[in-house]
T-cell receptor, first 115, second 117 residues
Framework: AQKVTQAQTEISVVEKEDVTLDCVYE???????LFWYKQPPSGELVFLIR??????QNEISGRYSWNFQKSTSSFNFTITASQVVDSAVYFC????????????FGAGTRLTVKP | DTGVSQNPRHKITKRGQNVTFRCDPI?????LYWYRQTLGQGPEFLTY????????KSRLLSDRFSAERPKGSFSTLEIQRTEQGDSAMYLC???????????????FGPGTRLTVL
């Protein structure tokens, strides 16, 4: 069965600090997809990234970067030079290929960036 | 290009009443999903449509929950005989999919927050 664990319930940092959000997943499939979404206070989930299990290259998008390591079943998310607007709940999710797009989410990490 | 829209945004009802929520997906998206999100948790998958066909409904929480997508465009989620435990955010997402076994990126709407008194 697929499962996602986000062990960090809440993180608080001061603006301009770097912060890493951890995500550990479990799956028996060899083909799967990992996602990160951001949920700001307005409530709408915003798509950030999708990565398939065959692509272990790390990705950087502006201040955001993602580190995918199959050996440790982790897909961690780093925000560099955090800003107050980064304050939100961040969700990691896993979808096994061909599983009717049944996406399993972690419980989320609430990030607070203080000025 | 508009995103996924959901109506109403908030619904307050009394226990035992029926409620219906509507979701309008991104216009060219053929797949539509419903999720439930309770406080402090991630979204929980409920059901999934490809066009008008409901391909997965075993994860609907009980037989009080039902969903339709009659013309393959908008969808409705109905909860009959609501209970206080149904209070949650109900999220809709859509995606553009091709092939039965593809996994798509899902784009979410703002949700409908249900409060059952």
């Amino acid at each position: 069965a697929q499962k996602v664990t986000q062990a960090q319930t809440e993180i608080s940092v001061v603006e301009k600090e770097d912060v890493t959000l951890d995500c550990v997943y479990e799956t028996r499939d060899t083909t799967y997809y990992l996602f990160w979404y951001k949920q700001p206070p307005s409530g709408e989930l915003v798509f950030l990234i999708r990565r398939n299990s065959f692509d272990e290259q790390n990705e950087i998008s502006g201040r955001y970067s993602w580190n995918f390591q199959k050996s440790t079943s982790s897909f961690n998310f780093t925000i560099t030079a955090s800003q107050v607007v980064d304050s939100a709940v961040y969700f990691c999710a896993l979808s096994e290929a061909g599983n009717n797009n049944d996406m399993r989410f972690g419980a989320g990490t609430r990030l607070t960036v203080k000025p | 290009d508009t995103g996924v829209s959901q109506n109403p945004r908030h619904k307050i009802t009394k226990r035992g009443q029926n409620v219906t929520f509507r979701c309008d997906p991104i216009s060219e998206h053929n797949r539509l999903y419903w999720y439930r999100q309770t406080l402090g948790q991630g979204p929980e998958f409920l059901t999934y449509f490809q066009n008008e066909a409901q391909l997965e409904k075993s994860r609907l929480l009980s037989d009080r929950f039902s969903a339709e997508r009659p013309k393959g465009s908008f969808s409705t989620l109905e909860i009959q005989r609501t209970e206080q435990g149904d209070s949650a955010m109900y999220l809709c997402a859509s995606s553009l999919g091709s092939g039965q076994y593809t996994t798509d990126t899902q784009y979410f709407g703002p949700g409908t927050r249900l409060t059952v008194l």
